[in-house]
């Protein structure tokens, strides 16, 4: 059994924690929780387009170059606790070992600006799953909160060839259907989105189409299902774990077993910080972002095996819910990588 959480942002917590002066955060604050949740490898974010905090500056790749240093220095202190990805190789032993596995990833790629060579120096640091934008607009691709949404720029067309050729994994959430479609037609690489759901459950921009389901399928590649309540459904009061497994139902049923995982996006180690902060969180779709809300249906990755458990009872075979948990995102990570 392979667990495989496809999207968390605990990174940027790791940085801010180093910055205060600790030490040792990912043995001492988040390995304990997910052991408990029982993963096996993490795909973390180590920077992006997104603003959460005035000490992270997406167009500055100075921020991410540090953050990438954080986790680097956390991971090869405990080489038998943690251990990078960054070939298919990797993936061998994964429960053997019983160590935790991490894909850095960069969610949204501002900070490139026009140099493609930042990119290639972010692979050689060994980041190996990149999208193009967050929810806003840049210079490769708009996101799928800007209206009257576009395709990809000259620039980005560049881009996912690089990215193509450097076998880098290419995470389509967030980006807007335009800009989706054209990375479709750049590459004939499988495809991800780490952390999306069904729109036909919950109409939300984040949310991928049915034809999105089926295009990413064509391509064998993955969709990993998000816990934000605000995702599940439209009514936040009916954002429960029957509906999340809703959108596992869905896409299961359109495309098949082959192409679901779990993206969860938990942000338990930072509400607090992100509650105290002064200003009201600036929601890109428009509403106030209610932090606090957004966590109800599953609160930290300790409840992974409560959420298997009811992935079972809803009739999923030992082998349907080893695909979901993350033989899925193996399997499509090893190809993407080489
Ligand atoms: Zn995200």
């Given at each position: 059994?392979?667990?495989v959480d496809a999207h968390s942002d605990y990174a940027l917590h790791v940085y801010r924690e180093h910055l205060k002066g600790s030490k040792n955060v990912l043995k001492e604050q988040h390995l304990p929780f997910l052991r408990k949740g029982g993963v096996n490898i993490e795909v973390l974010t180590v920077g992006g387009d997104f603003e959460l905090f005035p000490e992270f500056d997406s167009q500055d790749y100075n921020t991410i170059l540090k953050v990438i240093d954080s986790i680097k220095n956390e991971i090869?202190?405990?080489?038998?606790?943690?251990?990078?990805?960054?070939?298919?190789?990797?993936?061998?032993?994964?429960?053997?070992?019983?160590?935790?596995?991490?894909?850095?990833?960069l969610e949204g790629s501002n900070s490139i600006g026009r140099n493609l060579s930042l990119l290639h120096n972010y692979y050689n640091l060994g980041v190996r799953s990149i999208?193009?934008?967050?929810?806003?607009?840049?210079?490769?691709?708009?996101?799928?909160?800007?209206?009257?949404?576009?395709?990809?720029?000259?620039?980005?067309?560049?881009?996912?060839?690089?990215l193509n050729n450097l076998n880098?994994?290419?995470?389509?959430?967030?980006?807007?259907?335009?800009?989706?479609?054209?990375?479709?037609?750049?590459?004939?690489?499988?495809?991800?989105?780490?952390?999306?759901?069904?729109?036909?459950l919950c109409n939300h921009p984040r949310n991928l189409t049915d034809d999105q389901?089926?295009?990413?399928?064509?391509?064998?590649?993955?969709?990993?299902?998000?816990?934000?309540?605000?995702?599940?459904?439209?009514?936040?009061r009916n954002a429960t774990v029957d509906r999340l497994i809703d959108h596992i139902d869905h896409i299961v049923e359109i495309v098949g077993i082959?192409?679901?995982?779990?993206?969860?996006?938990?942000?338990?180690?930072?509400?607090k910080d992100l509650r105290s902060?002064?200003?009201?969180?600036?929601?890109?779709?428009?509403?106030?972002?209610?932090?606090?809300?957004?966590?109800?249906?599953?609160?930290?990755?300790?409840?992974?095996?409560?959420?298997?458990?009811?992935?079972?009872?809803?009739?999923?075979?030992?082998?349907?819910?080893?695909?979901?948990?993350?033989?899925?995102?193996?399997?499509?990570y090893k190809e993407i990588l080489k």
């Open positions: 059994m392979v667990i090869s202190e405990n080489p038998d606790l943690f251990y990078l990805i960054k070939n298919s190789k990797d993936f061998e032993n994964i429960q053997k070992n019983n160590r935790i596995g991490y894909i850095m990833a999208a193009l934008t967050h929810n806003k607009k840049n210079l490769l691709a708009d996101g799928c909160a800007v209206k009257s949404a576009k395709g990809l720029t000259d620039l980005g067309k560049d881009y996912v060839r690089e880098v994994n290419i995470d389509l959430s967030h980006i807007s259907e335009p800009s989706f479609w054209d990375v479709l037609d750049i590459t004939d690489k499988p495809l991800v989105a780490t952390h999306s759901n069904a729109k036909s389901i089926r295009a990413i399928a064509e391509r064998n590649g993955v969709i990993g299902i998000n816990f934000f309540s605000i995702f599940i459904d439209n009514e936040g082959d192409h679901v995982g779990l993206g969860p996006d938990f942000l338990n180690y930072y509400i902060l002064d200003e009201q969180l600036d929601d890109p779709f428009g509403d106030t972002l209610d932090i606090g809300a957004i966590f109800e249906v599953i609160k930290d990755v300790t409840e992974f095996p409560n959420l298997f458990e009811s992935i079972q009872k809803r009739g999923y075979s030992d082998k349907e819910v080893g695909k979901i948990q993350g033989e899925n995102f193996v399997r499509v």
